[in-house]
């Protein structure tokens, strides 16, 4: 099956209120336009300088998701662009961040990244810094950037009550944290990517990542 139909089925089954991110990462230009001229504006790379390739190659109306690990001194690569940072798990990140959204007359929106999974390669905060992090006050001296919600990836497992239990610690945590006066535009939780997105719905996601079901297998990470 082709592209826009792959867009089309999994979109026909979603909640209203779920977005996704075509994540677009090891594939060429043409894909990701035949994704784009099926109405589909919203991509996720994880590497800067393939990111910046399509963003150059590509019409400038697409929302570019950034959804991984992004090192600081990368940052004022994307930052003129970029619609949304998945992957923010760190304070010098964030002052990184707002030091170039200022430079750029952007406050750019960030999703802080929770560790949820077992798996030591997986990046993120723990829960505890991240209450630490929003009850101090350097969220207020960043005015280049704005956290609007989370993200997090469940273990590579088939274990689906393990999956499940992970995406619900995350949605516990991002309800407390929807609560509280230090985030006011807090409203996204990403979850779930092309083999865990129905058990990342049925928890609570509002943003799915989905590449292979899309493009198809990626031969190279
Ligand atoms: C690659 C990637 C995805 C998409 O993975 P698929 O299994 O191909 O859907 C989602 N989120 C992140 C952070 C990724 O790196």
């Known amino acids: 099956m082709g592209i826009a139909e792959n ?4 979109k026909n089954n979603l909640p209203p209120d779920v977005c996704l991110v075509a994540v677009s990462k090891t594939k060429p230009i043409e894909m990701l ?3 784009y001229n099926s109405g589909h504006k919203d991509l996720g ?21 950034f959804i991984g690990h992004l090192q600081s001194n990368k940052v004022k690569y994307i930052a003129p662009f970029i619609h ?18 200022l430079k750029n007359d952007r406050v750019i929106q960030c ?3 929770i560790k ?4 030591d390669s997986k990046f993120g905060l723990a829960p505890h810094q991240v209450r630490e992090l929003i009850s101090s006050d350097v969220l207020n001296n960043l005015p280049g950037v704005k956290v609007v919600g989370l ?5 590579n497992t088939e274990n689906i009550d393990k999956i499940k239990s992970e995406f619900a610690s995350l949605k516990s945590l991002f309800d407390k944290l929807k609560g509280t006066p230090f985030l006011p535009d807090f409203n996204i939780i990403s979850m779930g990517m092309s083999g865990d997105f ?13 590449g292979s079901s899309i493009f198809g297998q990626r031969f190279y990470p």
């Not at 994880?46 to 697409?62: F, H, M, S, T, W």
């Open 7 to 10: 867009i089309a089925n999994i």
């Open 33 to 35: 336009m035949e994704a």
């Open 45 to 65: 790379e994880n590497k800067v300088q393939e990111l910046l390739a399509k963003y150059e190659a590509l019409p400038k109306d697409i929302n570019w998701h």
């Open 84 to 101: 949304l940072l998945h992957g923010v798990d760190s304070i010098k990140l964030l002052k990184t961040i707002s030091k170039e959204g």
């Open 111 to 113: 999703l802080l990244q």
């Open 116 to 119: 949820i999974a077992e798996e």
């Open 151 to 155: 993200m997090g990836m469940a273990t």
């Open 198 to 210: 129905k058990e990342a719905i049925a928890c609570g996601s509002n943003m799915i990542r989905i």
